[in-house]
């Protein structure tokens, strides 16, 4: 069935690991398949490779087959000693990792050393929490860019927080010499995105609801933590405000808070002072329906 035999499992080996002594060439990130007795072919991928005086000793770290029902497990029972390994091909790849080329789907680029494309489900990805974790400048921010990239173009709305302004350049096509020699590798082209850039001043401005704010959320916002005076008179005026107008906002609240007699409201009020200089609170918010459009990026 396979062609390339890359040599026999050696040493110690568990359901999760084994080392090869290699006959054949192999890589770090290659893929295999071993032979187990109970679990017949199992997909590994190779961890590390080691040459000294007695030859090529590559460890490899155990994947998984799938069931008859399709779900992917791991080996209970170890490897034996002496089971032969071939070099895997991309079709049982392909089937044990889940990558399906012909699917659509969020195109994240192809398994190293493998013409494979590797997709994610747009709508379990964007239903679900995730997470990138690599270390300092593995490109993290590139892969979150390449995500943000393919949800607009099938069509997703896209909302991105983005502190250091990273990814208002989306609005302009890729011009970088060597990531344009790279595209076509991939299958893809130069492309601008839909964007709109949203901040706190500027022709789109960015304002949240700042009417019939209760006292505990005005004071998670606030550059301080209140302590318990410090909170009771931010109660206090927030009641006051409130028997005023219902849809009293920051500065009514202010104004209540400066016509207490408590010596605690003066670092409340300073801090109330900066948060409504943001200009970030407003009776007329910025529209969700603005910000949330299909294809387009905020």
């Not at 040459?51 to 992917?72: H, M, P």
């Amino acid at each position: 069935m396979y062609s390339v035999d890359v040599g026999l499992i050696t040493g110690r080996a568990s359901p999760t690991r084994f080392n090869i002594k290699a006959s054949a060439s192999v890589r770090k990130g290659e893929y295999v398949v071993a032979q187990h007795e109970q679990d017949g072919l199992v997909l590994g991928v190779i961890k590390s490779v080691v040459r000294d005086e007695r030859g090529l000793t590559a460890e490899v770290k155990v994947i998984g087959s799938r069931n008859n029902k399709g779900v992917l497990q791991a080996p209970r029972h170890a490897f034996s000693p002496g089971a032969r390994v071939w070099k895997a091909d991309q079709a049982i790849i392909a089937s044990t990792i889940g990558l399906a080329a012909d699917k659509p789907g969020v195109f994240l680029g192809n398994l190293e050393s493998y013409s494979l494309p590797v997709k994610l489900n747009p709508v379990s990805l964007s239903t679900k929490h995730v997470a990138i974790l690599a270390m300092s400048g593995s490109g993290k921010s590139y892969a979150t860019g390449v995500l943000i990239e393919e949800l607009a173009d099938q069509g997703f709305p896209v909302v991105v927080i983005d502190p250091h302004g990273e990814y208002a350049t989306l609005a302009e096509e890729n011009d970088d010499e060597k990531d344009v020699r790279e595209m076509p590798r991939f299958g893809i082209k130069p492309k601008s995105f839909d964007v709109r850039e949203y901040s706190l001043s500027g022709r789109n401005k960015l304002t949240v609801d700042g009417r019939g704010l209760k006292s505990k959320d005005i004071a998670g916002f606030l550059p301080i933590k209140l302590n318990a005076s410090q909170q009771g008179c931010l109660y206090q005026a927030v009641k006051i405000a409130k028997n005023s107008s219902m849809q009293y906002d920051l500065s009514d609240v202010k104004k209540a808070l400066d016509g207490t007699e408590a010596n605690a409201k003066w670092p409340v009020l300073s801090a109330l002072e900066e948060v409504i200089e943001s200009n970030l609170f407003s009776s007329t918010p910025t529209k969700l329906s603005d910000l949330i459009k299909p294809g387009k990026v905020a």
